[in-house]
């Protein structure tokens, strides 16, 4: 079964400075990736995902993750972190089912804290 | 033109009462899906319905009872609510696509808090 490691709890940055949140994951062949963005109170954004081709893809908010199958990993970046990105990050994988169905499974979160 | 909903957004109830979360997508996907977030945020899926017919069961107790009266909706029934039961629920919904993966859509959450 995959699993997905986010190794940083939590991670403060201050307003204007890069963020690199990492995430590792546990699979046998490349699964789907995909990073999710948490606000407080709020329900999950999807940022980005990765299925195949490109192993650097863009997303919303101005957020960029890379893929690297030696590593397994797939890790978040912004080069100028807002005040307003203060969140919780997901990192998630899925493997297609087709009719069993798709499932995420998620790492256990990043939360991002802004200092001004 | 919300894409999913659920209702409530806030549930306060008493051990052992039985409670139910609605969810409906408007989206028109095949799919629909329960999460539970924990209180250290963690994020796990409990069910999946496919065209109203359960797809993915994990280890779930059987106090909880999705049930989908049509694919637009899938609600979420809970028998003799535990403590431990208290979490976030989020609904989520995708397309189906054979072999290949559907981005999930997830509503805005449940939080479900026993006293």
């Known amino acids: 079964a995959q699993s997905v490691t986010q190794p940083d709890i939590h991670i403060t940055v201050s307003e204007g400075a890069s963020l690199e949140l990492r995430c590792n994951y546990s699979y046998g062949a490349t699964p789907y990736l995909f990073w999710y963005v948490q606000s407080p109170g709020q329900g999950l954004q999807l940022l980005l995902k990765?299925?195949?081709?490109?192993?650097l893809v863009q997303g919303i908010k101005g957020f960029e993750a890379e893929f690297k199958r030696s590593q397994s990993s797939f890790n978040l970046r912004k080069p100028s972190v807002h005040w307003s990105d203060a969140a919780e990050y997901f990192c998630a994988v899925a493997v297609p089912r087709g009719a069993a169905g798709n499932k995420l499974t998620f790492g256990g979160g990043t939360r991002v804290l802004v200092k001004p | 033109d919300t894409a999913v909903s659920q209702t409530p957004k806030y549930l306060v109830t008493q051990m052992g009462n039985d409670k139910s979360i609605k969810c409906e997508q408007n989206l028109g996907h095949d799919t629909m899906y329960w999460y539970k977030q924990d209180s250290k945020k963690f994020l796990k899926i409990m069910f999946s319905?496919?065209?109203?017919?359960?797809?993915i069961n994990e280890t779930v107790p059987n106090r909880f009872s999705p049930k989908s009266p049509d694919k637009a909706h899938l609600n979420l029934h809970i028998n003799s609510l535990e403590l431990g039961d208290s979490a976030v629920y989020f609904c989520?919904?995708?397309?189906?696509?054979?072999?290949?993966?559907?981005?999930?859509?997830f509503g805005p959450g449940t939080r479900l808090t026993v006293l």
């Open positions: 989520a919904s995708s397309p189906i696509g054979g072999s290949s993966y559907n981005e999930q859509f």
């Open positions: 990765y299925f195949s081709g490109d192993t």
């Open positions: 319905y496919n065209n109203k017919e359960l797809i």
